[in-house]
DNA sequence: TTGTAAGCGTTATCAA
DNA sequence: TTGATAACGCTTACAA
């Protein structure tokens, strides 16, 4: 910057200015320098300038698994609002770890992020202290929260389960069976299990614990899914399989067998993705407005910030995004 | 820094050794700071230290599409090896688009980072001249290229689409039809058509345009893009789908209209994902070695950064990692 | 093993 | 509209 203004012949402040407040400087002294900083291919250091400034343009994302395509709807939507204003995106995963969760905050604290994002509502003690200290906007997503620790976007895992319930009772099932990705850890699945339990319960059905099953990632855990429960009660109606893609390769196993769907059995499936419209038939299943919550998460930060600059006068919010059930063959 | 120095009773020099160079500092002293860190819950500013040390811990990514879930394997190579060197690693998109990959190259660059990979090989003069000038390690990836900016980690495109064109050769096939996203701005795309093409010529097969044709993304399209190239040629034997997948998509509109694949067509994909192996029947694709491809960008990177501290002998690297052919029950 | 001094390359602040 | 000056919070280099 140095060399910049001594060959514009001004001072660095004003190829600061030139760069950060060009309607602060005169036209002719702007066009001068901007020529010059193109001529030698200046390329600022953000560095330097966070530092004194005492602000990044950095913005951390910390996702239990890059692996799973759910997240890229929401980091998507992120990235489209933050790019807009200019600020950049950090991105980790904590393999579904609260201890590495608690890492990855403090390692991106210590960047002096403009805000973090977190897609989990649990956390360590120690996070949570972390973040509170830190005066750091963030924003907790993937599961509705009534004590957020600053910011909430989120929707009701357990109503969105309670809903699936009441839609499979309401289609004339009464012998269920449950599938989900391993709950331990991840509070999501748990409460829209839990949920989908209550539904049914307040319909007076218990579920037998053995048709309730925690399987692995991928379309083929699906299939596994579907032949383990059938194989413990041949006379079961319809399946819940929430998470990910498994309900897609349950209903690809029913294809392999010869199942008809939902004739011989029922299914409906969570997160709705593309494959849930595409296989035959399509699939029940509840959708998340996983876009618009990576939208409203992001614009919180960027208002947060500017808001900063102007007053100071914070405010938490938790906002309830909702979700849908979108009923289709398969059920 | 300060204050846990006024603390301890240190300079704060030796702060700054418990944190970045402990086995320098007597134990007890060691252990009498970290103490007076914990207690007032120091978080260090890398702002600062990476002004001071002139070294970030960012390694910036740029890839066409976040919501593709292709990137999504090669993420977290990167992610993992980067995570294993206390390196963070920074996302966007460039839309396909060189214009904005040049404006992201050039935001990022601002930040210092110790690293940039592009998953791409053409660029904007303005960005060349960006990453040369930089010093900046850089990897390019997605295809193989002979003029390198720094570094390089792929497989051929080209090469690739000559094989498959090999594979549906020698199972008799002589009537083609294929269909992938737009092509325009991505040369994976076009090395990987030319070179079906490359392959098909070879064998005395001239390939009628009518026959090549590009759709949008998603499952939806490789069903229209099924039904399309059947209703202008109903005597086509095999589909070569390029991208994303398309492949899987026409296989679940062939299941829809109860045509018999391969007796009546083949079908044959590229990226093999999960969805492959699970359709009815399973598909022929070609498999890059993206999770490898994400850990040798990362790596290199990494030894780069690890050099430069020591002598600054740099060295350009392209590295092959090739690729396979997945013969399936779709052809 | 520890400390001192001098930056790192910007921006905030105030004065001109 | 522009400039001088003093930070920003660390690390490098060297000295003790």
């Given amino acids: 910057m140095k060399e910049v203004a001594r060959l514009a012949g001004v001072s660095p402040m004003t190829v600061s200015r030139v760069l950060s407040a060009p309607h602060l400087v005169k036209p002719e002294t702007l066009e001068q320098v901007q020529s010059i900083i193109r001529a030698v291919r200046y390329v600022p250091n953000r560095v330097a300038g966070s530092l004194a400034s005492r602000r990044t343009s950095l913005v951390g994302l910390i996702i239990p698994s890059l692996r799973n395509a759910l997240y890229a709807e929401t980091i998507q939507g992120i990235s489209d609002v933050l790019q807009r204003h200019g600020l950049h995106l950090m991105i980790s995963d904590s393999g579904y770890s609260l201890e590495r969760e608690e890492a990855l905050i403090s390692a991106y604290l210590s960047q002096r992020p403009c805000g973090l994002i977190l897609h989990n509502t649990t956390h360590t003690e120690a996070?949570?202290?972390?973040?509170?200290?830190?005066?750091?906007?963030?924003?907790?997503?993937?599961?509705?929260?009534?004590q957020p620790i600053d910011m909430a976007v989120s929707y009701s895992n357990r109503e969105a389960?309670?809903?699936?319930?009441?839609?499979?009772?309401?289609?004339?099932?009464?012998?269920?069976?449950?599938?989900?990705?391993?709950?331990?850890?991840?509070?999501?699945?748990?409460?829209?299990?839990?949920?989908?339990?209550?539904?049914?319960?307040?319909?007076?059905?218990?579920?037998?614990?053995?048709?309730?099953?925690?399987?692995?990632?991928?379309?083929?855990?699906?299939?596994?899914?579907?032949?383990?429960?059938?194989?413990?009660?041949?006379?079961?109606?319809?399946?819940?399989?929430?998470?990910?893609?498994?309900?897609?390769?349950?209903?690809l196993e029913c294809t392999r067998r010869g199942l008809r769907v939902p004739g011989d059995i029922a299914i409906a499936g969570s997160d709705d993705n593309e494959l849930m419209q595409q296989t035959v038939p399509p699939i029940t299943t509840v959708r998340f407005p996983r876009y618009r919550i990576g939208v409203r998460s992001a614009e919180l930060i960027v208002s947060r910030q500017e808001e900063e600059r102007s007053q100071p006068d914070t405010q938490s919010a938790t906002e309830d995004l909702g979700f849908e059930i979108v009923p289709r063959g398969s059920t």
Same sequence: chains 1, 2.
Avoid: K, W
């Fill in 161 to 251: 389960g309670r809903a699936m319930a009441d839609h499979l009772l309401s289609r004339g099932y009464r012998r269920f069976g449950f599938a989900s990705l391993p709950i331990s850890g991840n509070e999501r699945l748990r409460e829209r299990r839990d949920g989908f339990f209550d539904g049914l319960r307040a319909a007076g059905i218990e579920i037998d614990p053995a048709m309730v099953l925690e399987v692995g990632e991928g379309l083929e855990n699906g299939s596994h899914a579907l032949a383990e429960l059938m194989r413990r009660d041949a006379s079961v109606q319809a399946l819940f399989l929430a998470g990910d893609v498994l309900a897609a390769g349950a209903i």
């Fill in 127 to 146: 996070a949570r202290h972390l973040l509170q200290d830190s005066g750091v906007p963030c924003v907790e997503t993937g599961n509705l929260t009534t």
